[in-house]
């Protein structure tokens, strides 16, 4: 004798399955459609990564929803939903430092005090960004460390961004003995300034006599580089005004101090 | 220049003071050689070595020493020199493949804002009295000052996108620019669509390559020193 109701409770349990798959399958596919989709329009606009980000959040919505609509074919969703709410504050206490992170990246996304290729210092730590993702920023060090930052101490972090602008200006110090003729210093300055293909013409170019220093007139010529010059129109600069100021005759002092004795000291120091 | 080299084919081009040897060793590779050394280009067929004549990439920025005074309801017309680029170009069939390049003056300057503004090339202006050939074009300049008082110009800023180059036979010519005086330290520009009668049998070789809004506003802040001390925009 054939159990009809177990054959039709069967039945109806493979045409859950069925659906549920058939659910499964076209949200998974919705997922990348949309997911991709949002990266293009997403990326355009703001940028890439941004767009990735986006692209993530809307496959994982999309297929959250086809989860729990699929699981509502079997199972009361809503007792689900409240089960989950009671785990979800355990796994929430739990995860507080991870959640604490998204939120960060989310900021990091939305503030970008930097992009991936800027040069940076995050809380004394200086480096190339070489990803931003939810949970975790990570640097390629100057010296080609591998450093990955959790985002809220990004995000509580002092934040240099050494790329932001194309141009930064450029300080180089230097001192002239309290003999030399501090307006030939100047104008020597001002010529290697000028003859430098690295410094930029406009904004122009300063030379100022910025005090008496201890053994020498100090002197700041302020330049304009492209930022990606920086270091070497800095070595090219410092180079170049000791050429130049040793070729006129100018002295670059160093400190010096003068020690006098008298008769007495000397003679004990002999001994 | 234009030289045509097919396969077996050797040419020698004088490229800036540097010595190149084109070579078509098979109907596959173009050799190249200089002092620098040797490359193998992959091309089928027949070549072109061309030299090309090309604006710089970045804006033209032109800075007098001494600014130049324009009086009450006057156009000052003159010529300015406007270095030139020059490019040594393979071509075979559609593709052009760029071997080398050179222009003079890599002295740059920045327009704009310290924190938001434009890369250029920097160009001291020199006047030309009468149109020359050489490795530069004549610039047609109108400087036109509409107000009623006596203002100055120090600076202005060429966008290379907006010009034109024309080879005549005298010489290389640009679109006329015109240079309106806002107010002090301010500027329109204008870019005109055709150069000068001076220019003899003038061709267009180099096309503008913004067709859209030929107006642009040149704006120098009156607070230099505060620019250029870096404490503000």
Redo the contacts between chains.
Sequence with gaps: MVDLSALSGNLALLENVFKALVILVLGYGLSKLAGSITQRAVGSKVNQHVGQISRKIVSYVIVAVALVTALDLFIEVSTLIAAAGIAGIAIGMAAQRSVSNIISGLFLLADQPFEVGDAVDVGGNAGVVLDISLFSTRLRTFDNKYLRIPNDSVANAKIINFSYYAIRRLDISVGVAYKSDVGSAVDVLQDVIEGSSSVLAEPEPLVLVSGFGDSSIDMVARVWVQTSDIFTARTELIMSIKLALEEAGIEIPFPYRTLTFDEGELERLKK | MKEKLETGGKVDVDFAGKQYVFEKVNPFFLKVSSDVGERLISIEGTVEIRVDTVFFEHPY?Y?WKTPIQASPKTTLKFILKLPIQRKLVVEAGKRDIVIDSFHEG??????GP??A?A??D?VVPEVLFEPEEGEFANMLVRVVNPSTVSREIS?FVVDPKRLMLFQAENGFFTNKIYVNIVREGEFSMDYGKGTTKAAKKAKKIVKEQLKSTKHVLTKFSPL?AV????FGD
């Design positions: 920025f800075k890599a002295k740059k300057a920045w327009y310290v924190s503004g890369l250029c920097f600076r230099n620019r250029d001390f870096g």
